[in-house]
């Protein structure tokens, strides 16, 4: 019997039984969507964090207090209070002498206080940071401005809020020139920033920065930064300079009590977690499709036993046993084929619809769908369907049709 023939039995068979049909493809369309919808979120979701890490370029260097090895994580990044980095340290590097190649290097220290003004208490994270903060972390001034290098030196009680940290306080109020207390502090607002987003590294919308020396001396009670983060001139020295940082702290520290990183080496670590979150959660929707198969092959075993005096008269017409294998595994395999069909297109359909929206929210999310997702997914199906198929198939191949045709 032909491939032809018998594939228009299949399609027959299968539209006599449409809802059964339906039933026997659902498990196959839950699959096939869901693994096509993991692995298109998933890339997109990557696409949003790679963009964001370089929106901040791969011309800088990051400095943590605190040994680590060279792929694994800092020590502050466990919990470690590490308090052998300093500002000194920050304008020892940028002494050419040391660091030939370096354009700027500021330095960070964090804390939590309550912010206070008119009557109004809100729990605040703030940064003490440098003037070169805004460099750094390329950042504008919406209003007013950005405290100076003698402010800074002085210890002036000034802040700088991010846009909407000031939203948050001041609601429609101006925020410039008011006078807010941050723990016993008062600081004079002098400056907004630009809303920006938040990035992996810092949530900038939500800063409130004070001059590094009132962080240390008013707030903190500290003589440690937390990390330093410096820009070279060029990223063609950027490995020149991270050996020359290394080899500068280790003069002055006397010991590598600190860990350097840049940028390519967070994309690339970043781009290492995600991918084995991508390929784990694949892998968990994958399940779906055995469940399906599975489902498949109990739907065949009952066709098989409806069906069996037609297997026994078809024998009796002369059929073989392999035209009865074939027609039941071609039944198998195109039932499993539209399932697959289905789950794509619902997933790429989903998938869009989530590129959509989360683009209109200002995100850089790349829509994503490869060939070889596809082609993966539909050979998938029909191996689904070819494995699952052969022991319904085998059985009705197997059947004594005098026995087939005497069955009630």
């Not at 939500?206 to 903190?220: I, K, N, T, Y």
């Not at 539909?378 to 085998?394: N, Q, Y």
Request: net charge negative; charged share 15%.
């Amino acid at each position: 019997m032909s491939f032809t023939t018998l594939l228009h039995i299949a399609f027959k068979n299968l539209l006599v039984q449409k809802r059964r049909t339906f039933l026997t493809t659902l498990g196959i369309i839950i699959g096939i969507f869901a693994v096509i919808l993991v692995m298109s979120v998933g890339a997109g979701a990557q696409s949003i964090i790679v963009s964001q890490i370089a929106t901040r370029g791969t011309d800088q260097i990051a400095i943590l207090a605190g040994a680590s090895e060279e792929d694994g994580p800092p020590a502050q990044a466990m919990g470690i209070m590490v308090t052998t980095l300093t500002r000194e340290d920050g304008e020892a590097l940028l002494n050419a002498q040391n660091v030939t190649h370096l354009k700027t290097v500021n330095a960070y220290i964090s804390g939590n206080k309550v912010l206070s003004w008119k009557g109004a208490q809100q729990s605040v994270t703030f940064t003490g940071t440098l003037p070169s903060y805004a460099e750094v972390e390329n950042v504008t001034i919406a209003d007013g401005a950005f405290f100076t290098s003698e402010e800074e030196k002085s210890g002036a009680r000034v802040m700088v809020l991010g846009s909407s940290m000031a939203e948050e306080i001041f609601g429609n109020s101006s925020a410039l020139n008011q006078t807010v207390t941050l723990g016993d502090v008062s600081f004079r607002v002098i400056g907004i920033m630009e809303p920006k987003g938040s990035s992996p590294f810092e949530d900038v919308d939500h800063a409130a920065l004070v001059p590094l020396s009132v962080a240390q001396d008013r707030l903190l009670g500290v003589r440690h930064v937390s990390f330093l983060r410096a820009k070279v001139s060029d990223e063609q020295y950027l490995d020149q300079s991270v050996e020359e940082v290394r080899q500068t702290l280790l003069e002055r520290h006397g010991e590598e009590d600190f860990s350097i990183r840049n940028i390519s080496d967070a994309l690339d670590i970043i781009l290492t977690v995600t991918n084995a979150i991508r390929y784990f959660l694949v892998a968990i929707a994958a399940i779906a499709l055995f469940v399906g198969g599975v489902g498949v092959m109990n739907i065949m075993l009952i066709a098989v036993k409806e069906k069996t005096k037609e297997i026994g008269l078809r024998k009796a017409a002369g059929a073989r046993d392999s035209d009865i294998l074939r027609q039941f595994l071609i039944e198998t395999v195109v039932i499993t084929l539209l399932g697959g069909v289905v789950g794509l297109v619902a997933g790429v359909v989903i998938s869009l619809l989530i590129a959509l929206v989360v683009n209109s929210l200002g995100y850089s999310y790349t829509f994503v769908i490869s060939l070889p997702a596809v082609l993966v997914s539909l050979g998938t199906a029909a191996c689904i369907g070819l494995v699952f198929g052969i022991v319904p198939a085998r059985r009705a191949s197997k059947l004594d049709p005098i026995v087939a045709l005497r069955y009630e």
